[in-house]
């Protein structure tokens, strides 16, 4: 069941662009996600927990990894450095003790890009772990900042947008306590302007929950 648009308005007339998902596209993974953003597309499918292969296993918790696809070629060295910062952000939330010697496999298809790419493939990781019905200390979400060279602050911002910033940033942000648990800094920029985009992915997180919520419970509504 695909969901509806929404739109999120921030401080300074910033806003996230209107964002969508469907649960569940893909029949074969234990868990999928389709999550649109803009003009951004990113299809995830989770594997497992199943049995680890070969020297994958670990003792005392689950081997979780994050394999990123391009939307045509071979993945570069961006695809590998992203694959790093979304199995950290995995791998603070999926409590893996609770499955030990397996593997979990995150798998993202970018489908479009459009700008703002990395927090896309966060939001829809965290949809197909949710779908996979995988057990997590708290859910999570990313929000993109882009920096203007007159300082003005851009939230989710499309490739124009990135290319003509001076930094962009990009934050993986928790829902239990609004911690900041990656972060993804392109250019320069001072502290505070750091803080400000901190505080600006927080405040942009709290709807990207919501959403969350009432996708899920329309997912698994019995009407």
Not at 134 to 158: E, Q
Not at 196 to 206: E, K, N, P
């Amino acid at each position: 069941v695909a969901m509806e648009l929404w739109g999120y308005r921030a401080m300074g007339g910033s806003c996230l662009r209107p964002f969508s998902c469907e649960l569940g596209p893909l029949s074969r993974p234990d868990g999928s996600a389709a999550f649109l953003q803009g003009d951004t597309s990113v299809l995830a499918a989770l594997y497992g927990p199943a049995e680890a292969k070969g020297n994958r296993e670990l003792p005392e918790r689950a081997a979780l990894e994050v394999l990123l696809r391009p939307k045509t070629g071979l993945p570069g060295v961006g695809e590998r450095s992203r694959e790093q910062l979304l199995r950290r952000t995995c791998e603070a939330v999926v409590l893996g003790r609770l499955h030990p010697r397996c593997a979990v496999s995150v798998v993202l298809q970018v489908v479009a890009d459009g700008g703002s790419l990395l927090s896309c493939c966060l939001n829809a990781a965290c949809m197909g772990l949710l779908d996979a019905g995988l057990p997590l200390a708290s859910l999570f979400c990313g929000v993109t900042c882009a920096l203007h060279p007159d300082g003005s602050l851009i939230l989710d911002p499309t490739t124009r947008q990135e290319q003509e910033a001076r930094a962009v940033l990009t934050f993986a942000i928790d829902s239990a306590e609004k911690k900041v648990l990656m972060a993804s800094t392109k250019g320069a920029c001072s502290m505070e302007e750091m803080q400000q985009c901190i505080a600006a992915a927080q405040s942009a997180a709290d709807t990207i929950f919501q959403f969350y919520r009432d996708s899920i419970r329309r997912r698994y509504s019995k009407s």
